[in-house]
């Protein structure tokens, strides 16, 4: 059982895992390797202190030298589900179990609104991890929505399962060249169905009949992840301590509201680590 | 008057500084030149992230840097008083006066405790400003507590109108070489009198009549400096956007509360400075 999960490796899970890790404490740090897309393509950042006017892909580079210095391990699945347990948290990532006594959400804010009927069918149709559900479409039709191109993989292993595959990626051309993978060249709308999914909308109106929607995005947003979080709108609503109405349970960065600052992260990572060695020594 | 007046070179200064400044705000800066001596001397810094394993002085460096490249200007003056007016704040540093639309307090926290009738004496024999209340001394014997090497000058200033000055410091030895300037070995324990200061007890019991106490320190206790700051213990209350009680008020670093650390104190001025954007745009 891991002391801490922390999930996400922009600017505010780096810095609680630069933290923790200088405590030896045990973490399990889920996210992309290539840390912050978010950082990587701004364009230019002048109000990081001490870094003076640098570029998104600098500050990236500069972070991830600082993650290899500390040797800090990415653990790069997605996290698709989160329990509460008697002894802290259960998370579910690509089929494999985690337990850790402390969780960090650090998953940045889901900018985009979820598709029409996602929230509704999730479960009955609709699924963040093809790894997780994959094996149930064996021969049958899916409809993919991929947000980058690091979850391509994920689309080639659904259509080495599935009949047929609709997908639609939100940075257009995909490396992805099989027969029964077909591109969608308008947007998914709507996800349709009453008791499961049975097809999906495309912005132009047009229909396809499927019998699951996989959407790889990069963060499933934080209530969907664990039940009962409480949210104010899109960002998880946490104390001044970073501290979330889950005992245990801490938030930082962009989740937590705005400004969406790259300084603002770090202080609410450093806040949160904190606070998760103060729970630590408590328990 | 000024947008906005910042208190404090500090990182949480520094953060808002910055910022403010990317906004086209005019702000007056106050604080040391040297930025933050608590930075500077600070061995090792392995938590600040993407600057990996630094010292304190590269740190300091760092951010004097981006200082120079934001082309900053820093008051070295000390604010020994705030009033809130009905435009905003009126600004007290040594005899001038300046006025901004809004504050921020990033002052660090007083770690050393004042001295023992400090509080009680204060505008009665205590002052913390050579420059304001100096003359009041003319031929006096004076007490003075000098926390750093730049506030020497003010020893030197106010050993030119006194008879008598009886010098502690909390660096041990000073540049100071005047006949009427004597060493105190003892620190200050006690400042003694009753309607008015009328002398100084040291740690050894000794006692020095004077008429004045001057103490020249890195920083005035928030509550001190602006009557009615509601404060919690030694910290400043503040919320999530970092405001205090008083509307366009706000405060970041150190001053509003542990964890003591780089990476909050810019977060927390970055937020503040982005809460007086609002604030001046709504005004």
Known sequence: MYDTAIIGTGPAGMSAAINLKLHNKDIIWFGAQELSDKVRKSEKIANYPGMGLVTGEELNQRMEAHREEMELAITDRMVTNITKTKKGYMLLAENEIYEAKTLLLATGVITAKGFEGEAELLG???SYCATCDGFLYKEKNLAVFCAAPRYEHEVEYLAGIAGKVYLHTSYGESG???PNVERLDKPIRKILGEERVSGVELADGGE??????FILRNAVAPAT?????????????VDRMQATNHPGCYAAGDCTGRPYQIAKAVGE???AAHSILEYLAEE
Do not use: S
């Open 225 to 237: 992840l664990l039940p009962g979080l409480a949210m104010d709108g899109a960002h998880i609503v």
């Open 208 to 213: 396809r009949n499927v019998d699951g929607v």
């Open 124 to 126: 009955r149709g609709v």
């Open 269 to 271: 990572g450093n806040v």
């Open 176 to 178: 992805i060249d099989l």
